[in-house]
Structure formats: structure tokens, C-alpha cells
């Protein structure tokens, strides 16, 4: 019953996405492009929504969806054919590449994460946390993460080891989440737990207050059998916060960091706690209404990924011959080479001397403290072109499904491996990820993980039980 209940439910958001894009498209000056655009997202849907899982491949669809598409929504609204708008002559094309690569990666996902069957039961055993345990659990190591990034490059050879246990406070957050979800209290622990990432992530000198906005949508979502307007309303109020918060972020981010590198143009923070929340708390007051709305046209441009694709089309091969795998083969032998084995391996350099080569474009480097990439959809390109570059995306997408069934697979009812591989696929979600950077990052953090998950889980996971409680 719950199942057909999730597919009504699915097909009456269809429809209505689908009606809405129709309309939407045939009064725009990009219809073609419009409907593709909203054409993608049920295919998406289906490919990857189930019910009592965390839907976590979807999500990374829809955030490059987002990237890809923006400039469509943009030039809509401006009432402008998409080229008129942005510099690069071929940005048409770029976002019709990039829209095939999103099909294709959501088709390796499907092809590597395999039958749902298995995953019905995800949360049947969370009953047994204790809420009070997995706040102390989520405190503690989001503690630890603090002293740990403050020594975790003193050891080179250890730091693509120790990147991924930065992010395990997010695997408590996840499961305390779901917890209260079921239970139905201890709401407050959560609140308290967003208010303190938002309020941390506007003190860095890049936007990571949206970071927990992403799990709470992940989370929410997981435990939810259907998409009904209860689950619409509660996911639009919590991205039209994150909006709000960004169009504050972009508003200040140039000046902030400024004030955060002392001038020195660097990706630094060398101010104090104090310092960084009264320089912000003057910011709200300050800020007016009409810089905000100002800011809205330049966070469009800022989600949307597509500008560098089009300047690579534009200089390859008309300029630089297509690399045949050189690009992703670079990538792979980059992984294997660990630091831990191979402790004089180069360090990566600036991701922008890779986009000045392939684009022609002239851009602010590592002597700067600036690192712009193509992303790993226009490196493909830059090796085979199209439709060749759907290889290496399919592979990507498959990679991803692997790892998320690997998980999935042991997971035991309690959500552990569940929330594991979440945080695991959260550091692949942008666009713009460079591809050595892409498979370095997921491939160290699935081992990891995996590890974790075998050796240590075990060990640890009955402190998080009632009986066990160190607060009762």
C-alpha cells in the first residue's frame, strides 16, 4: 500500500512539474531548452527516488541540475535567447552537453546502485538510539573535527587519510536527524544543532552554512513514503532560507574576505572568532534591502556552471587538440600514488593553470589564492569530445551507484552505513569538481569509510543504545 501510495504521489508531482515546465517554456525565448530542463528532473526521480532511504544520488543530480540549468532560468526571466545574455558564443551547446551528461551520470548511478529491493528497512532499528547519545556523540565530534583540522596538514603523507573524519560529525547528525523524526522529540536538538552550523559556516571564508541544509534535506526526505504538499512546502521553506542566507553571503563575501585575509588575497582566515562575528553582526544591520536584490543576479551567475564548458568548446580542438585521455588519465594515476607511499608526489597545482590551457581565458591563479576549474563534465570534452565525454560521465555516475550499493548493502537497519555512505557522496555534489580532485576525494573517503564501518562501528555503535547511556 505504501509503495502504490509513493508511486500516486510521484506521478501527480510529475504532472504538475511537467504542466508548470510546458507553460514555462512556451512563453520563454529558450523553449527548447526548457523543456529539456524540466524534462530531466522526473527522469531523475525515477531513476532514483525510493522511499526510507536517503536520497542522496538524487540530490547530487539535482545540485548539478541546478548548475546546469541556471542560465536557462536566467535568460527566461531576463526575456533574452540564452547566448544573448552570457560571453561565451557557444554556452548553448555547453548546457545541451552538460544536460546529456547529467542523463548519462544518473543512468550509471542507477547501473551501479543496482535492485531497491534491499533497502525497504533502512530505519526499522533506529528505535534503539538513545537521542540524548547521539547529541553528546555529534558535540563530541564535531570537537574533534575542530582540533583535528587545526594539525591535519602537519603530517602530508596522513592528511588524504584524515580529510575524510572531518566530516564524520555529519554521520551523527544524520542519525540524531531521523531519530528525532521517528520519536518525535528532542526537535530542539536539531535547531540548536543548524543554528550552530549556520552561525559557524558564516565565520570561514567559504559559504558552508549551506552544508546543513543539504543533509537536513537529505534526511527529511529519507523517511518520508510520498512527495505530498506537506513534504513541498517544508522543502521550499528550507530553500528559500538557504536563498535568503546566500543572497546575504553574496552580498558581503567580497568585502568579508577582505577583512578575513587582512588584504593579502590569499584563501585565509586570520581573524578572530570575536572579530569574524562582529564584523558580521554589523553586516546585517548595515546591509540594505536593495544590495541584497542586487545580489540576485550575481548568485545566478555563481550557481550556474556552464561558462567555462563554453569557453572550452570555443579553444577545443579549434586551438588545442582533444587529449584522448590524457586529462582523466592524469586523474587516475594521481590516486594511485598515495601520499602515504609516494611522499615527494608533486602537490596539485592551481586548478585555473588546467582552465586557462583549455579555455584561453586569463584567470587569477595560486599565486592569488584562486582555483578555478572546468569541472569534470568539460574535462571530458576535453578529452573526447562529444559524445565521447558521456564515457567517463557514465563511469563517474556508475562509481557512484557502487559505492552507494556497497553501503546500502550492509546496512543493518540502524541507518550507520546509510548515513556513512551519505556523507560519503556529499563531497561529490558540485559541478565544477576538477576530475583529480573528483576521484582522489571519493575513492580515499569510500575507503575510509568502509573501514570505519567494518573495524570501528561495531566497537562504538553500542553507546549509542539506550541501555548503554551515559545520560539517561
Not at 205 to 230: C, D, E, H, N, W
Not at 273 to 297: K, M, P, T, Y
Request: glycine fraction near 8%; proline fraction near 3%.
Amino acid at each position: 500500500m505504501a509503495v502504490s501510495k509513493n508511486n500516486t504521489s510521484l506521478k501527480k508531482f510529475t504532472f504538475v512539474w511537467l504542466l508548470a515546465g510546458l507553460l514555462f517554456a512556451i512563453s520563454s525565448e529558450n523553449t527548447l531548452l526548457t523543456l529539456a530542463a524540466f524534462g530531466l528532473v522526473p527522469l531523475f526521480f525515477k531513476l532514483h527516488w525510493s522511499p526510507r532511504q536517503f536520497p542522496i544520488l538524487l540530490f547530487i543530480l539535482g545540485m548539478q541540475w541546478l548548475q546546469v540549468t541556471m542560465k536557462i532560468f536566467h535568460a527566461n526571466v531576463m526575456g533574452e535567447p540564452v547566448e544573448n545574455l552570457f560571453v561565451s558564443s557557444s554556452i548553448t551547446q555547453a548546457i545541451w552537453y552538460s544536460m546529456a551528461g547529467l542523463l548519462v551520470l544518473a543512468l550509471g548511478m542507477r547501473a551501479g546502485a543496482g535492485v531497491r529491493s534491499h533497502t525497504v528497512h533502512t530505519f526499522n532499528r533506529m528505535y534503539e538510539f538513545s537521542l540524548r547519545q547521539l547529541w553528546f556523540a555529534y558535540l563530541v565530534s564535531m570537537i574533534a573535527g575542530v582540533l583535528l583540522k587545526a594539525t591535519i596538514f602537519a603530517i602530508p603523507q596522513l592528511t588524504q587519510i584524515l580529510l575524510p573524519l572531518l566530516n564524520i560529525r555529519w554521520v551523527f547528525f544524520l542519525l540524531l536527524l531521523i531519530s528525532v523524526l521517528l520519536k518525535r522529540k528532542g526537535y530542539q536538538m536539531v535547531f540548536i544543532a543548524v543554528a550552530f552550523e549556520v552561525i559557524i559556516g558564516f565565520t570561514g571564508y567559504f559559504s558552508q552554512f549551506k552544508t546543513v541544509f543539504y543533509y537536513l534535506l537529505v534526511g527529511y526526505f529519507a523517511i518520508r513514503p510520498k512527495i505530498g504538499k506537506r513534504e513541498i512546502i517544508l522543502g521550499s521553506l528550507m530553500l528559500s532560507l538557504v536563498l535568503l542566507l546566500s543572497l546575504f553571503w553574496t552580498s558581503v563575501k567580497v568585502e568579508y574576505r577582505v577583512f578575513l585575509n587582512q588584504g593579502t588575497g590569499q584563501q585565509t582566515v586570520d581573524r578572530t572568532v570575536g572579530e569574524r562575528f562582529s564584523w558580521l553582526g554589523n553586516a546585517i544591520v548595515d546591509d540594505s534591502q536593495s544590495s541584497i536584490g542586487d545580489s540576485a543576479e550575481n548568485l545566478a551567475s555563481r550557481v550556474a556552471y556552464t561558462d567555462f564548458f563554453g569557453y572550452t568548446i570555443m579553444w577545443v580542438p579549434s586551438r588545442v587538440d582533444y587529449q584522448y585521455g590524457a586529462v582523466w588519465g592524469a586523474a587516475i594515476r594521481h590516486i594511485l600514488q598515495p601520499r602515504l607511499l609516494f611522499p615527494d608526489k608533486p602537490s596539485l597545482p592551481s586548478d585555473s593553470e588546467q582552465t586557462m590551457q583549455y579555455t584561453g581565458q586569463f584567470l587569477a591563479s595560486g599565486e592569488q589564492g584562486t582555483s578555478i576549474s572546468i569541472g569534470y563534465m568539460g574535462e571530458s570534452y576535453i578529452d573526447f569530445g562529444f559524445p565521447g565525454m558521456l564515457i567517463p560521465i557514465f563511469l563517474v555516475g556508475l562509481l557512484y551507484g557502487l559505492i552507494y550499493r556497497y553501503f546500502i548493502l550492509r546496512e543493518t537497519g540502524n541507518g550507520v552505513a546509510s548515513a556513512l555512505v551519505v556523507v560519503c557522496l556529499m563531497g561529490v555534489i558540485q559541478l565544477e569538481m576538477q576530475s583529480v580532485k573528483l576521484l582522489g576525494s571519493i575513492v580515499m573517503t569510500f575507503i575510509v569509510y568502509a573501514l570505519l564501518l567494518k573495524y570501528i562501528v561495531p566497537i562504538f555503535l553500542p553507546f549509542l543504545k539506550r541501555r548503554f547511556a551515559v545520560f539517561t
